[in-house]
C-alpha cells in the first residue's frame, strides 16, 4: 500500500544531541500524527496535527505540520538514553480512518 | 482491560498450516483495526471494524486472510495456509469511535510476532 516517505532512515546521536526527522507524501493530508515505538510494544502516540502550519509541543518533542499539508517534521531537543526506539509518522485524510504509516526512524542514543 | 491485549505475543508455524491471532480491544471502544507491520516497514493497515461489522477489507492481501469481530468486542484475524512472506507483527488496535475517527484516540496492542517457517 502507500507509504509515506520517512527520513532519515536511521540515526546514531550522542545523549544531548538535538535530532530531526521527517516525511513527505505526494498527497494531502489533514492530520499528521507522530508515534514511537519500543521494541516488543506497539506504537504510541507522541504528538498528532491538525492544522496546515501548526506547531505543537510536548516536552522536549516538536512536531510540525507542513503549510503545503505533504508533509511534517519531528525535532527531539536534548535526545536522552530512552529516547530510543522507531518513530513513526502517520498521516489521516478527513474523517476517513485508515492512517498511513511511514517506514520509521531507528533512533541510537549513545550515553 | 486496561489496554488493548492480543495473544499469541509469539508464534511460530509451517508454511501452510492456519492461524488465528486474537484481539481484545479497550472496553467500550468500537472501532477496531488490524495492522500488519512487516521487518523495516512501516505499519499497513489491514481491516476495520465498526461494531461487528468490517465496512472495510481493503487492505486484507489475499483471501487466505480473513478476519472476525463478536459481541462488539473480541476479533480474531485468521490465515490460512500460511506462506513465508506472511510472517510480520501483526497489531491491532481500537478506538472509541469510528467514522469520526480522531487520531489521538487510536490506541495498538503490543502485536503478534508471527513467523512462518
Keep these: ?13 550522542q545523549e544531548g544531541e538535538d535530532v530531526s526527522m521527517n516525511c513527505t507524501s505526494s498527497s494531502i493530508f489533514n492530520t499528521w500524527l507522530w508515534y514511537k515505538q519500543d521494541p516488543g510494544e506497539g506504537p504510541v502516540l507522541l504528538i498528532a496535527l491538525y492544522k496546515a ?5 510536548n516536552g522536549r518533542l516538536t512536531a510540525q505540520f507542513g503549510i503545503t499539508r505533504k508533509d511534517s517534521f519531528l525535532n527531539i531537543s536534548a535526545s536522552i538514553p530512552s529516547d530510543v526506539g522507531i518513530y513513526f509518522c502517520a498521516g489521516q485524510r478527513g474523517s ?11 533512533l541510537t542514543v549513545n550515553p | 482491560g486496561a489496554g488493548v491485549s492480543q495473544s499469541p505475543s509469539n508464534k511460530v508455524t509451517e508454511k501452510g498450516k492456519d492461524v488465528e491471532l486474537r484481539c481484545d480491544p479497550i472496553s467500550g471502544h468500537t472501532a477496531l483495526y488490524w495492522y500488519r507491520q512487516s521487518l523495516g516497514q512501516g505499519l499497513e493497515f489491514l481491516i476495520y471494524f465498526q461494531g461487528n461489522s468490517a465496512p472495510d477489507k481493503s487492505g486484507l492481501p489475499s483471501d487466505r486472510f480473513s478476519a472476525e469481530r463478536t459481541g462488539g468486542s473480541v476479533s480474531t484475524l485468521t490465515i490460512q495456509r500460511t506462506q513465508q512472506e506472511d510472517s510480520a507483527v501483526y497489531l491491532c488496535a481500537s478506538s472509541p469511535q469510528g467514522a469520526s475517527f480522531s487520531g489521538n484516540t487510536i490506541y495498538f496492542g503490543e502485536g503478534s510476532w508471527l513467523t512462518v517457517v
Design chain 1, 53 to 57: 502550519g501548526e506547531l505543537t509541543s
Design chain 1, 1 to 13: 500500500g502507500q507509504q509515506l516517505n520517512q527520513s532519515p532512515q536511521s540515526m546514531f546521536i
Design chain 1, 96 to 106: 476517513n480512518y485508515k492512517l498511513t504509516f511511514g517506514k520509521g526512524t531507528l
